[in-house]
């Protein structure tokens, strides 16, 4: 991708590392499946959505910092913490409709994990799922 917008919806800048240090690096599939599911969490709920990231990209010493593992998919520009919003009333989605969403579509692929009031999406290949809440 290049420098600037990713997507009509996503910016290379959302998923930047939050300690300043410039780590930009995003996965496509990642991207790509966020404007799905920005899509259809929009069609579930029947209202227009706004993805709010929380958390891109992470360096190393910044991971650590947020107590991630060494082997997280964040430092490897493959994951993302977010919130979905409404659109009209900024009111935040239940994190169990859009978990149930991505997990409907993809039950046998790619880290999902629930946190209160965030969730959590990761690329890996395999079937990961978690709840902390």
């Keep these: 991708f290049l ?3 990713l997507t009509e ?3 290379r800048s959302e998923f930047a590392c939050q300690c300043g240090c ?3 690096c995003v996965d496509a599939e990642l991207v790509s499946n966020l404007e799905w599911l ?3 969490v929009a069609e579930t709920v029947g209202a227009a959505i706004s993805i709010v990231i929380t958390s891109g990209n992470r360096c190393l010493a ?3 910092k947020e107590g991630g593992v060494d082997s997280s998919k964040h430092t490897k520009g ?3 913490d977010f ?3 409404r659109s009209d009333n900024k009111a935040l989605i239940d994190t169990d409709i859009v978990a149930d969403i991505i997990d409907a579509e993809y039950p046998n692929f790619y ?3 629930r946190y209160s009031n965030r969730l959590h999406w990761d690329m890996r290949k395999t079937k990961a799922r978690w709840d902390s809440r």
């Design 9 to 11: 919806n996503f910016s």
């Design 22 to 24: 410039g780590f930009d």
């Design 111 to 113: 880290g999902i994990g």
């Design 83 to 85: 919130k979905c919003l």
């Design 62 to 64: 910044h991971n650590h």
């Design 38 to 40: 920005r899509y259809k």
């Design 3 to 5: 420098m600037g917008d």
């Design 78 to 80: 493959l994951a993302c």
